[in-house]
């Protein structure tokens, strides 16, 4: 018991001693061991990553999951240590309210058949977001978490020791200096001299001590920088796979609606020519006049029993079509296009071809040129230039 009210009154000294040196420091009264340049440098640097590394993982988590409930309770979950539940992605979400839209609409019907296309499509686009989001987390944040969470708690406690020490150092000199003042005046205090140089050298040791393990932890740095640039690079991998999944789906998808749009509009197609007249049968659609002028006017073959009406039936012979005297473009390809029949043509990102309209021919889609090669290709992955 004897022992304890000691050391209470131990504590209690070294914590007054301590405040007076530091309030005695911020009122200009008292002197402040200084720190060399390459010390204070190390603690600016720590200091740095400690709040850039705050900011860019605050940062990322709304990157990979913009509702701030969902972040708030997947951060409780962490801290008590259980596992996160599994979240239905909204491309997920929205590819089940399409596949039931699909159903009551009549997975037959043509809008029916495309909702489910594009339904089946966004579960895709979920499910690689759902593994980004996973390989981001594992790659990139909890290494973050990590450094803040283990390094810098480690760094920071050692440095409030440190502050400790100087504090305690730089009140021995302060004693110091004031007995030798008093011995100055009296011999009697020559004891308290040699007792202050005494705490003076102990405390010197203390804190150069903990200044060299200070020192090595904030060195440690470096290597922070070189795991966070591993981390890093591995995260820009993980989001390039990501975009270009994401990329692909959407290109396949396209190329399906692309396909399926020209059989409905063919059938549409076919509807109007049965009963529209001769010369509204033969004009060019408003859109592609406006884009390419057409060719000449074709005249409409009466539909005779048994035998086929190649116009009105949208059947398209690229080798039987002739180019327009005036009125071809030139347009540059945006993507690959890979010819879904011997009527299309196939395409190569950032190649050269000649187009041009013609008569009745579905507004997104125009005929290209390539060399002796002439095919059907969709307007939406060319660039028309002037």
């Excluded at 810098?152 to 020490?165: A, D, G």
């Excluded at 995260?235 to 390039?240: A, C, G, H, K, R």
């Excluded at 071809?328 to 950032?350: M, P």
Aim: charge should be negative; charged fraction near 25%.
């Amino acid at each position: 018991m004897e022992f304890n009210v000691k050391k209470l009154a131990s504590d209690a000294g070294v914590f007054f001693s301590r405040a007076m040196q530091f309030t005695e420091e911020k009122l200009g009264q008292a002197e402040k061991t200084e720190l060399d340049a390459h010390f204070e440098n190390l603690l600016a640097r720590a200091d740095c990553t400690k709040n850039w590394t705050e900011k860019i993982l605050r940062q990322t988590e709304v990157l990979l999951q913009p509702n701030p409930s969902a972040r708030v309770e997947e951060f409780l979950y962490e801290k008590l240590d259980r596992k996160v539940p599994s979240r239905v992605t909204n491309g997920e979400l929205l590819a089940q309210y399409m596949t039931e839209a699909a159903n009551d609409f009549g997975p037959g019907t043509p809008y029916g058949k495309t909702l489910i296309k594009v339904g089946e499509t966004q579960r895709r686009l979920g499910a690689a977001e759902r593994e980004f989001i996973r390989s981001a987390s594992i790659s990139f944040l909890t290494p973050l978490r990590n450094f803040l969470e283990g390094d810098w708690r480690t760094i920071s406690k050692e440095r409030r020791i440190l502050q400790n020490r100087r504090l305690d150092l730089d009140a021995c000199k302060a004693r110091l200096k004031k007995a030798k003042a008093a011995e100055a005046k009296a011999a009697l205090w020559s004891d308290e001299v040699e007792k202050a140089e005494h705490e003076l050298r102990l405390t010197q040791t203390d804190f150069d001590r903990q200044a060299e393990v200070t020192r090595l932890l904030l060195e440690g740095i470096s290597s922070t920088h070189v795991n966070h640039l591993r981390c890093l690079h591995e995260f820009v991998e993980s989001q390039t796979n990501y975009y270009a999944q994401c990329y692909q789906f959407m290109l396949d998808l396209q190329k399906q609606l692309g396909s399926s749009k020209g059989e409905i509009f063919s059938g549409t197609f076919v509807g109007n020519a049965e009963s529209a007249s001769p010369a509204a049968a033969t004009s060019p659609p408003a859109v592609a006049a406006a884009t390419l002028p057409a060719v000449p006017t074709i005249p409409v073959v009466p539909t005779i029993v048994g035998v086929p009406n190649t116009v009105a039936e949208g059947v398209l012979n690229p080798n039987e079509v002739k180019p327009p005297a005036s009125g071809t473009r030139r347009a540059r390809v945006l993507y690959d296009y890979e010819a879904a029949d011997s009527t299309e043509l196939a395409l190569l990102a950032d190649e050269m071809i000649t187009v041009y309209s013609l008569p009745g021919m579905d507004p997104d889609w125009l005929i290209g040129e390539r060399g002796n090669q002439k095919g059907k290709v969709p307007v939406t992955y060319l660039e028309l230039l002037s």
